[in-house]
């Protein structure tokens, strides 16, 4: 398993650039609210960690994870310095979640490649929900918190 020997979120504060100028948008999926909402704070409380003015961060919901890619389109049109997208695709009984998750990975990468307003991705795409509650502060992190230390790197670059 990818993360079976590495946590997400450990990493060293000290080799994470300073926030204290930076916009940061994010644009957080309303399907398994409870697992957005957690990566969200992850990412939240991380980026004000950094010195990120809580004024400076913006969220902004869309339905569901295939609505991330316009809603980190029309956030790099406007004045942020990265945007996070986070989403949470779960396997159910039919073939959607591989059209989600093909189609968000995607649409963000073709952001990315488009624009340079880096977009992060920060969606769990697991076969159940425990797996997406490990990764949402569990026992292997949060990867909102990695999406956070990703962003303000990616900025700095
Ligand atoms: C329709 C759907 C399904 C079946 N599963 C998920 C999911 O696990 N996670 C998620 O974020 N969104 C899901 N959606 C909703 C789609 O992302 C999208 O919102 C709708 O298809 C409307 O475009």
């Given amino acids: 398993m990818a993360t079976a020997d590495k946590s ?3 990493y060293d504060p000290s080799q994470v650039p300073d926030g204290a100028d930076y916009r ?3 644009v957080v999926s309303e399907w398994n609210i ?3 909402e957690a990566l969200f704070q992850g990412a939240k409380t991380t980026l004000l960690s950094h010195n990120v003015p809580d004024k400076n961060i913006i969220r902004i919901n869309v339905p569901g994870s295939f609505e991330l890619i316009y809603g980190a389109s029309r956030a790099q049109q406007m004045d942020f310095d ?3 997208a986070i989403g949470c695709v779960i396997q159910g009984e039919t073939r959607h979640f591989e059209f989600i ?3 968000v990975a995607q649409g963000i990468k073709d952001l990315n490649v488009n624009s340079t307003t880096p977009v992060i991705f920060c969606v769990l795409t ?3 929900l425990e797996q997406s509650e490990a990764r949402s502060g569990g026992e292997k992190g949060n990867k909102g918190v990695e999406a956070a230390v990703t962003a303000l ?3 700095w670059l």
């Fill in 153 to 155: 790197r990616m900025i």
């Fill in 24 to 26: 940061v948008a994010l």
């Fill in 126 to 128: 697991d076969e159940t």
């Fill in 82 to 84: 990265a945007v996070i």
């Fill in 8 to 10: 997400l979120s450990k």
């Fill in 101 to 103: 998750s093909n189609a």
């Fill in 34 to 36: 409870k697992i957005t």
